[in-house]
């Protein structure tokens, strides 16, 4: 026998998430039925709203409301350094640590050939927006170490190269508390790469 269609319904669009496999979709639609009426109305509203009131930024590509994000509409934040992340849930993990102030740009999607995105239709026009528009000093680069971000990593600091600016990719290694002996043999060679003189 089957759960009722609402309950059935509900676990065939819990399992369309990502990680999320059968058994976990049953918890989460039976949890569900457990939710109080505002929490409820709270979802109701969210799906409702989350295709047609989120946008991108039009300065960086990062989500929002309204036409500029709340980091571009900051005007306290640092101008000369801009961080090239490639989702915007990387801007929200960097301003959860407080560590950067400076402004960002997702970029729309790595170069990757195979995947119909190569580096002839790869878009630098945002970038070089802000690096104007801010007199940007340091573009900080924060993709990740695939073969698609390597890529686009050395493309957008070739792209850049004419313009007087210091080019930076955050530094890539050993995991805080990880033994050496169980890290792979790729971020061991980062590591070494990254190494950081301390004397
Ligand atoms: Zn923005």
Redesign the pocket.
Known sequence: MKYPETIQNLIECFKKFPTIGEKSAERLALATLNLNDEVINLLRESLENIKTKIKR??????Y?END??????DKNRNKNILCIVENPKDIIQIEKNRIYDG??Y?LPNLISPSNGYDPSSFDIEGINNIIMGNNVKEVIIAIKPTVEGETTALYISKLLKKNDLVISRIALGIPIGAEIDYVDSLTLEMAMENRKIIN
């Open positions: 930024c039009s300065i960086c590509n990062n929002t500029i994000c709340e980091i571009c509409n402004y960002y997702v």
